[in-house]
């Protein structure tokens, strides 16, 4: 399939604005370009709250009352664990809890290279141990805990599940980085022209791995690279993937291999999709149908 006609005028368009490449930025430099690009909020909720959640900065968003106690999606926000914000996801946050049902934590999780790994995933495991024993304080059903992020975000959301004690119902991985190795086809067909690059991947790959303490190899990493037994031991998922990403086959491969063992797994490609397109969805109609999809797989892991 060619590329979607949307994501080739908004490619156009980013060309037009002549931002600079990520990789050619120092990090706060490069944060401060993508803050720049950000889209003001177009939804509202009934309620969003900043909190912290056992130290870990945090923004809470609820659904509208319904009377009933809500299962909660701990988000965690892309940006190759370098860039990104509560508030470059703020409008995917708001979009999933109004369309879902559910309760949102976005994590504030700390930065590279400034806190390399494991500084962001532990972060985040935090985050989500401490909301599961702080249920009864969020309003939220302590057994319908759902996980998940896009790109960089999709990766911690993939190893917390792996390492947490905390019995989560669901995970919700969108274009996951799964193996940071990059040798896969789709890096060769994408590395150049459609917004992630190869170039910004090992950048972003270098500042996260910048404290020693992890490696390519390293499931914490990489967590296509996981043991059987540990992936089989992850909860159902839906996999989200683009057909002009170079992340695209590793996050087919992660799907499948979840799926061969044991794993109930939904894979849904858009294959005339970019990297990124999940958190425009006041631009693509792709991302909008990708907003309902994980939506409609929340209401069923963990109830309206």
């Not at 559910?102 to 500084?119: G, I, K, N």
């Not at 004690?165 to 022209?193: A, H, I, K």
Request: proline residues 7%; contains cysteine.
């Amino acid at each position: 399939m060619p590329l979607h006609h949307e994501a080739r005028t908004l490619l156009d368009m980013m060309e037009a604005i002549g931002a600079p490449p990520l990789d050619s930025q120092p990090p706060a430099e490069a944060r401060a370009t993508r803050k720049a690009l950000a889209a003001d909020p177009t939804e509202q909720c009934h309620e969003i709250v900043e909190i912290d959640a056992g130290g870990v900065p945090a923004r809470l968003y609820r659904a509208a009352p319904t009377g009933t106690t809500p299962g909660l999606l701990v988000y965690i926000h892309g940006g190759g664990w370098v860039i990104g914000d509560l508030d470059s996801h703020d409008n995917v946050c708001r979009s999933l809890t109004n369309r879902s049902g559910s309760t949102v934590l976005s994590v504030d999780y700390r930065l590279a290279p400034e806190h390399p790994f494991p500084a962001g995933l532990d972060d985040c495991r935090a985050a989500t141990q401490w909301a599961y024993k702080h249920a009864d304080e969020l309003g939220i059903d302590p057994t319908r805990i759902a996980i998940g992020g896009d790109s960089a975000g999709a990766n911690i959301a993939a190893v917390v599940c792996h390492e947490t004690t905390v019995p989560l119902r669901f995970q919700l991985l969108v274009y996951p980085v799964v193996d940071v190795r990059m040798n896969t086809e789709s890096y060769d067909e994408n590395g150049e022209g459609y917004f992630l690059t190869k170039s910004s991947m090992q950048w972003f790959t270098e500042h996260y791995l910048s404290g020693g303490e992890g490696t390519p190899d390293d499931p914490r990493v990489s967590p296509l690279l996981a043991s059987d037994e540990v992936l089989a031991a992850g909860p159902p998922a839906l996999v989200i993937t683009a057909g002009f990403d170079p992340l695209r086959d590793e996050g087919i491969a992660y799907a499948d291999r979840l799926s061969s063992l044991g794993v109930v797994v939904s894979h849904v490609h858009f294959s005339g999709q970019i990297h990124a397109f999940y958190s425009l969805p006041d631009q693509l109609g792709d991302a909008r149908l990708a907003h309902a999809l994980s939506a409609q797989a929340l209401i069923a892991a963990l109830g309206s």
